[in-house]
Structures are given as C-alpha cells and as structure tokens.
C-alpha cells in the first residue's frame, strides 16, 4: 500500500453477503455515532475526517434497506433514507483503513481478496469484543480526534487477537434477511451494541 495522504479520510468499510440489511445498517449507525460522512450525506462541503461506507460479497446491487431493518435504524434517530447496495470490490477494501465484516466467512472473503488487509479487517462483534481489552492510554489523548484514535485502535486490536478465549459464533451477526419481525431484531440486537462499544472506545 502507498502512504495515505494525511489530508484524506479514515476510511471504514463494512461487509455483508447482499448490502441490504447488516451492514447498511452499521454503515449508518456508526457513521452517526462517529460524526462521519457516508454514501449520500457528505461533509456539507467540507472534507470528513472519516467516511464510512459498506458493501456486498453477493450484493443486490442498487437495493434499499428493507422496511424492517431501515425502521430498526431509524428508531435509533439515524435516517436510512438514500442507501443503495454495492458489490464488494478489491479496490473498496485497498482503500479502507478499517474494514469491519458481519461474520467470520465475511472476513474470510475480504482477505482472500485482498490479502494484504489481513490486519485491519475484524468481524464487527470481533473488534468490539477486543475493544474490550484495550487500555484507553494506549489510544491518543484528549486533544486528538475520534479519527486519530480509531486510526490507533485497529494495529492495537490487531495484536489482540487470539489472547483470551471466546466462542467463535460469537463474533458473528445473523442474517435477518426474508426472516421475520424477530429475526430482524435478533440481529439488530447483536449488531447494534458493538456499534455502540467501538464508537465509546474512540469518542471518549
């Protein structure tokens, strides 16, 4: 990889199987919670010190968010008004500094595309899981920004990996896709609290 350009975002990529149900909502729930620029709301002109964007390994190309999962978003007070999937490309992952996959066969998928990206792709309940573990000291301080310290955080939880014991399943979310009412906020139920746990770690 070339150096990045300092005056360019932090770029997060999040991944499911169709970009329909999981990760657009990651996409925009961590996009709110960061203060981050994603597909369809930019900076209002200004550049975004970080970008979040999401994709499919099988997506269903230019498909919203399916009512279940846009009114789970919204009832969050984040808007899902504008979202349309993408297929995962190589050149989405090479440019992502963080690339964040809804199950363990995610991660797989991303890696063998990019095998370079080994080190800063985590299932999404994986980095909140490693979060867990890390010392607030070894992240910048109080004067640097959310971006400098998710920037931080992913070689840190990199070496993480691998140090306490966990179930596997664990680090997946469940596809709620053609399920029903439940099924869609059994996954939101998984998805959203990580969310929330990587987004304290970095905006403390």
Known sequence: MTPRDPAEPLRVLVVCTGNICRSPAVER????????????RDGGGLAPA????????????????????AALVASQGVSPDGFAARQLTPGMVQQADLVLALTRRHRSAIVELVPAAVRRTFTL?????????????TLPGANATTA???????????????????????DDVIDPYSGDEAVYRKSFGQLL????????????
């Open 29 to 40: 729930l961590l996009a709110a919670g960061l203060g981050a620029a994603y597909q369809g």
């Open 50 to 69: 970080i970008e979040v964007g999401s994709a499919g390994t099988g997506a269903m190309v230019g498909w919203p968010m399916p009512d279940e999962m």
């Open 125 to 137: 309940r994986e980095l909140a899981r490693l979060v867990g573990d890390i010392d607030p000291a």
């Open 148 to 170: 400098d310290r998710l920037r931080a955080l992913v070689p840190v939880a990199a070496t993480r990996r691998g140090l306490s014991a966990h179930r596997p399943a664990d």
């Open 193 to 204: 609290p990580a969310v929330e746990t990587i987004v304290a770690a970095v905006r403390r």
